[in-house]
């Protein structure tokens, strides 16, 4: 069973940086693949950003590109998204999440991101005031 557990959300005004990390369980990290997706008050959830762990592929939403990163530590079963520029219309709360860990992997973003996936982080608000 893969389990993930996000960190590093907070405040920030616009224009600043954070990163957030996501711990994932499982011993099929280096064969997995981990997705960000955020959802703000009143708003459907959106898928932010993906990485596959397999093949070090990476997708991202188009409002973010330039200014999010995201990145994979095989040796740390964590993935990170690094935020810059944040502007206030990124203020959401940030879950991490991954396909269906049925079979030792490889497995691609393309199979879950951006519309779903089947293990979730508990997630981490991110606030970016103006």
């Known amino acids: 069973q893969v389990q993930l557990v996000e960190s590093g959300g907070g405040l920030v005004q616009t224009g600043g940086s954070l990163r957030l990390s996501c711990l994932v369980s499982?011993?099929?990290?280096?064969?997995?693949?981990v997705g960000w997706f955020r959802q703000a008050p009143g708003k459907e959830r959106e898928g932010v950003s993906c990485i596959s762990n397999s093949d070090g592929e990476t997708f991202y939403k188009s409002s973010v590109k330039g200014r999010f990163t995201v990145s994979s530590d095989i040796s740390q079963n964590t993935v990170y998204l690094e935020m810059n520029f944040l502007k206030p219309e990124d203020t959401a709360i940030y879950y991490c999440a991954g396909p269906l860990s049925s079979y030792s992997g490889p497995y691609f973003c393309q199979m879950f991101w951006p519309n779903e996936a089947d293990h979730w982080g508990q997630g981490t608000q991110v606030t970016v005031s103006s």
């Open positions: 499982g011993d099929t990290f280096d064969n997995y693949a």
